[in-house]
């Protein structure tokens, strides 16, 4: 690359309102998501700014509200994510590219009969009604997912619809939607799939695991993604929310929010009380954030609805289906890949992190708010006291 090039792209992005500070910052997060050191960034910022692909990206559609293209977008302002994939131009994009109808079905199967490139799958595989759930240019979008899948050398599904079948999946699921690891193990497909996670996905990750797969590590050997039992970057998703949550430490005292507009909530007290899912979902949210870092659920107030959960192979295993409902308190625990109930934990393994499980359940039965464990959470005193529901 030119100093001339070197300087194009730096005036492309600041044309954006990305400065190179950002930039670099930029790939220094994603150095972190895909295990580098801080010393691989210069070859991450050579590799976006040589912005030549080593291999074609489609971003494809199943059943989406898109919300994972506009978390991509980001309406208001470009982040540094957004001007990234721009700069890397997907081949491909179904919600945002401007080729329409037939010239975007050409597009589409030009690449497609090429192979050799990674398919970002965004929403769920509809298979109900003899796939004709979900049509797409006249014809059941399950017809022609085999040879998407089988020519890509690589698939990210990107959001928890695409990793199985998320909310558009939740019981009674008449569309029959599935996640695309799913459909590969039914169709008899060994393309590897990476799993994202969330809903909608966090664009930071989806960033920076495009980068990794088309420019650093390019397609050759993809075994070198650590990745969990559900598929997903142990990286990004290896450790609980409640791990690095910022509340913690009221959890660990026993101070919990019972009632949002409570003097508690207030004080950001923990928000297990009121349904928080952190305890038992891996993520980095609390980390990397969300727009633009600004902010994340927890700190927003809000319980964490466990929407980085996930099961790939487990019919009726989405975060809506496990999850729900959201502002209960959940029953089970998950450390590790067991699921469990805060006494039992306390009584059987010493940890110090499972100790403060038992000290949390403790103070919840001092609190009258448990019998027998920590069962779901039918009714809450303050709804029961007012006569109101869930
Ligand atoms: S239960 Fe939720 S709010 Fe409380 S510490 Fe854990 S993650 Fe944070
Ligand atoms: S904090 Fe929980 S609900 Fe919020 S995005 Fe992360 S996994 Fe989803």
Redesign the pocket.
Known sequence: MTNEDHDTFYSKLELRGVTRRDFLKFCGSVAAMVGLTEAAIPQIAAAVEKGSKLAPALWINGGACTGCTESMAQADYPDVATVVLELLSFDYFETIMMAQGEDAEKAKAAVISKGGYVCVFEGTIMRGFDGNALRVAGKPQIEELPELFKNAAAILAVGSCAVDGGWVAARPNPADGIGVMQFCKDEGITTPVINLP?CPVNPEWVVAMVVDVLLLGGLEDLTRFDLDDFGRPKLIFGQS?HDNCPRRGHFENGEFVYEFGSPEEVKNYCLYAMGC?GPQ?F?N?PIVRWNKRAS???ESGAP?????SADPLKPGGNWVDVGTPFLNRHKDIRIGDMLTQPPVVGAAVGAAAVAALAIHGLGMKAAGRMDGGAPFEEMKDHDRKKGGGK
């Open positions: 969330t929310i899912k979902t993520t949210c994340w659920c927890v964490c609805i466990g929407c980085g």
